[in-house]
């Protein structure tokens, strides 16, 4: 079956200039995270889903980095007035809810570049 | 919050070799403790992960063992081969209402021919 999907896979942003980047879980996942990876760190915890509900965003660097999830589904995470920093690559990972499944599935990331 | 140390940062073997990559946790709570194989531009693939009422968990060529007492957990890839190399990553996942995992830096692990 189809993984975790992410898009776009590259983005380039001037300085200033608001992002959005899409991740879609795998279907019936309940639980969607959102995570930053920098050039040769490891992935750091933004935000988590689950279902239609953020139930931590503590992870979330500034207010200017805002996720979204309506329908439970497919979630989006914005960035406004993109700066330097926010340049590294956004993972998103899905888990299902069955009960001692723990295993995050990740997708193929979304590389930000700002200018 | 946890805290993952992972070590070392790079790691060469000949292939054939074993490599061995060890993590400490912080938090006690954690119950968790994936292995994960990041290629260059790629997404994180699990590999083997274990739970914290198991000591040791083997797969093929790939086991891991924790230690719970002394809060940390290995990675073993024994007969390396050349497409064993890759970032791999340790994390633990916390038992309480926080579900997300917190990450080592990453070993750079560089198999040669």
């Known amino acids: 079956g189809a993984g975790v999907s992410q898009s776009p896979r590259y983005k380039v942003a001037k300085r200033g200039q608001d992002v959005a980047l899409r991740c879609d879980p795998i279907?019936?996942?309940?639980?969607l995270f959102w995570y930053q990876q920098a050039l040769g760190q490891g992935p750091e915890f933004l935000t988590y889903?689950?279902?239609?509900?953020?139930?931590?965003k503590s992870g979330l660097p500034s207010d200017r980095f805002f996720a979204e999830r309506p329908e439970g589904s497919v979630s989006t995470l914005k960035i406004q007035r993109t700066q330097q920093e926010d340049s590294a690559v956004y993972l998103c990972?899905?888990?299902?809810?069955?009960?001692?499944?723990?295993?995050?599935?990740f997708g193929p990331g979304t590389r930000l570049t700002v200018l | 919050g946890e805290n993952v140390e992972q070590h070392p940062s790079t790691l060469s073997v000949q292939e054939g070799d074993s490599a061995v990559i060890k993590c400490t946790y912080s938090?006690?709570?954690?119950?968790?403790f994936p292995w994960y194989k990041q290629e260059l531009g790629k997404r994180p693939q699990l590999i083997i992960d274990?739970?914290?009422?198991?000591g040791e968990k083997k797969d093929q060529r790939i086991a891991v063992t924790l230690n719970k007492t002394a809060k940390h957990f290995s990675l073993h890839i024994t007969e390396t081969q050349p497409e064993d190399s890759a970032v791999y990553f340790c994390?633990?996942?916390?038992?309480?209402?926080?579900?997300?995992?917190?990450f080592g830096s990453g070993t750079q692990l560089t198999v040669l021919p």
């Open positions: 990972a899905s888990s299902p809810a069955l009960a001692g499944v723990n295993e995050q599935f």
């Open positions: 279907s019936g996942h309940v639980s």
């Open positions: 889903f689950q279902n239609e509900a953020q139930l931590d």
């Open positions: 938090d006690s709570a954690s119950n968790y």
């Open positions: 274990i739970r914290s009422n198991v």
């Open positions: 994390a633990a996942l916390s038992s309480g209402s926080a579900r997300q995992l917190t």
